[in-house]
């Protein structure tokens, strides 16, 4: 992964420029929080931050009718990625004081669908959420999926294998918990690296 940010980023990613690039995925430590002590233990360090990277995982509904609460919550800070089980780390009242907090901003792609379903588990004041697409966007870019985000701001391409795997069944896979955590790393990693960028008056190029 590119640890500076890019001299020039792109209006758009082409399949051939994707595929092309190394494929990543994030190495780095994971906390999985799968009870309510440990939980809310950790909740006023991830206050402390300016801004999250933010993401939820779902079990896949293959037939009409079908639905299911999101499974995981995911927290990427600067140093780990938090992993909470919301079945068994309390729910939503544990991270509540996160979702409503303004002042830590969380950063994700499709963040209206991810806060409209933990929602529906339980009602929060959400507030603090922004949509990475939109912050990317202000710099030209018409991509919005965070794959083509990875790629254009961070010079690297992440799989999507585990994106329909079973996210209700526990305990999850090396590489289910690997996916999960890089989703919710690089969403930050890019909203820092756009800011940067934005800060330089960089544009993105045709």
């Not at 994030?26 to 440990?38: M, S, T, V």
């Not at 933010?54 to 919550?73: I, N, W």
């Not at 996210?167 to 090396?174: I, Q």
């Amino acid at each position: 992964m590119n640890k500076l940010p890019p001299d020039q980023i792109f209006s758009a990613i082409d399949r051939t420029m994707l595929e092309n690039l190394p494929l990543w995925r994030y190495e780095g430590k994971i906390l999985f929080l799968n009870d309510p002590h440990a939980a809310k233990k950790i909740i006023p360090q991830l206050l402390h931050c300016d801004y999250l990277g933010f993401d939820t995982e779902t079990r896949p509904a293959f037939h009409r009718g079908q639905y299911y609460d999101p499974s995981l919550v995911q927290v990427a800070s600067e140093e780990y990625v938090v992993i909470f089980q919301l079945s068994a780390c309390g729910g939503i009242p544990t991270l509540k004081e996160i979702f409503e907090a303004e002042r830590v901003l969380k950063v994700c792609v499709g963040v209206a669908d991810d806060v409209h379903h933990l929602q529906k588990m339980q009602p929060f004041a959400a507030r603090g959420f922004v949509e990475l697409s939109a912050v990317t966007e202000e710099l030209g870019v018409r991509d919005r999926g965070l794959r083509k985000l990875c790629a254009n701001f961070l010079g690297v391409r992440i799989s999507k294998k585990e994106q329909t795997s079973n996210w209700a069944k526990f305990p999850l896979t090396e590489d289910q918990l690997r996916y999960a955590a890089t989703d919710a790393w690089v969403s930050r990693k890019i909203y820092e690296v756009a800011n940067i960028l934005r800060t330089k008056g960089v544009r993105a190029v045709d």
